[in-house]
């Protein structure tokens, strides 16, 4: 039987009435067909599950729609333009901890790609795939098992469920040396809000062979554009996959004293700088470790923070240190064998830092998922961080550190006293770019004590405006703090985003809000 007509949305977006709502959802079902165009309370709910410490209100969508063709998308932004009904595109939605699936304000029609999930290609000979929206790592990694192609991902941590191209355009980071996702990027299809289709890079070139394999094409480099931003829709991205190597060698050193984080920079920068330490190394902290791998209350029942005492007893019992690094090495049996001498040699000579091997670790937590995280596997051993307070209050807040010592014992510091002023604990690591590091902190809290959870927004905006005041800022934000964070990189930089939104969605139809960009 055909699906009744989806019923009236029980929210509106901004300036829109409910007869052009009603108009555009009833085109949307002449273009997707009823049961592409959700409307009702319980198929809305998991759009507005949230664990930012915001009501679920503020970000309730209208409506889910399910798209599975370029030409969907085009005729939907018609609709769109035609009653200016704006549109939060995702792709697997799992954006935990930086707004998950729910648009950034309330009323946005969700425009869900989960199903335009085609692997377009794969080629094993230039390392290169091009994936839709929907391609989760899993499929892809399954993908390339079945076809016996030795080629490697790199993928976020919870990453079985999430995918590349949504991954990517949020500029997230994995633990390979294609850590740096954005970087390892390689060609777009782009549905701009007029409805063409631009394909960036060599995409544009009839008949080229170069799309996947070279970035720049000519001309102004557009790519970046359509990362973190809403001028357009990615219906096609490709990417990079690294070379199963020959031999893997995952290892970890750990430091007994939070201050080692000082030394921990200097005696490693220079490593991964000359890139004999290839991959996106990790420094994780006693408690970031803790939480991967047990609740908090194994150890402590406590409200607010949990006490340095409670953190020495959990880093004597579970063997854990006060900060503990992951990195790898990669490459051919003598490769790894000097690169493994450079740096044991450079640890000594720090005088610091015990080495544990995967042969010492011998299949244990949390090294054995780190080993995972850093050859590209899937593993889920992170949503633990969740249970560690319980109550399903997670954000991100994630500055920019450059890579000196000096100032990551500032962050550190900084991070540890504002979290303290509210009751929550520091829980960080942090991922070790080119030569910068990411200093990702899981702001944990229980989302179903209203008090916790008003303390944890007041404390995430202070931790935002704290670091802004010392010149630091963030790679990347929940949907709750997008205009807070844009602030901190000046007015110029938010009026040429405003001006590039004009040009190319003067209706502001697209992702309003996001990045803190509208018309
Ligand atoms: P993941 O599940 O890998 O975390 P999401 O699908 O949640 O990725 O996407 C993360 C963010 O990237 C979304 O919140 C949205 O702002 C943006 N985004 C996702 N898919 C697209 C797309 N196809 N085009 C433009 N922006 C997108």
Partial sequence: AQPAAPADPAVLPAGVSAA???????????????????TDADHIAPYTKVMIAESEDLHRPSAVLYAREVSEIQQILKVCNEFKVPIWTISTGRNFGYGSAAPQSAGQVV???????????????????????????QQLKDYLEENDIPLWLSCPAPSAIAGPLGNTVDRGVGYTPYGEHFMMQCGMEVVLANGDVLRTGMGGVEGTSAWQVFKWGYGPYLDGIFTQS?????????MWLMPKPPVYKPFCIRYDKDEDIHDIVETLRPLRIANVIPNAMVFANVMWEAAAIMPRSKYYDGDGVTPDSVLEEIKAKEGLGAWNVYAALYGTKEQVEVNWQIITGAIKASGKGTIITEEQAAGTQPFDYRAKLMRGDMTLQEFGLYRW???????????????????????????????????????????????DMHHVIDVLYNRSDPDEMARAH??????????????????????????????????VKRKVDQTLKRALDPNGILAPGKSGIRI
């Fill in 458 to 491: 007041e404390c995430f905006a202070k931790l935002l405006s704290e670091f802004g005041k010392r010149g630091y800022a963030v790679y990347r934000v929940n949907t709750a703090f997008m205009d807070q964070a844009a602030d901190l990189f000046g007015p």
């Fill in 20 to 38: 052009d709502m009603h108009a555009a959802i009833t085109k949307f079902v002449a273009i997707l067909g009823p049961q592409n165009v959700i």
């Fill in 111 to 137: 425009l869900d790609l989960k199903h335009m999930n085609r692997i377009l290609d794969v080629d094993p000979v230039l390392c290169t795939a091009l994936v839709e929206p929907g391609v989760t790592y």
């Fill in 389 to 435: 307070r319980g109550g399903g209050g997670s954000m991100w807040f994630a500055p920019v550190t450059a890579a000196k010592g000096s100032e990551t014992v500032e962050q550190t510091r900084l991070a540890k006293q504002i979290l303290g002023e509210y009751g929550l604990d520091y829980v960080a690591e942090y991922i070790v770019g080119m030569r």
């Fill in 230 to 238: 809403n001028y357009g829709i990615v219906t096609k991205m490709g």
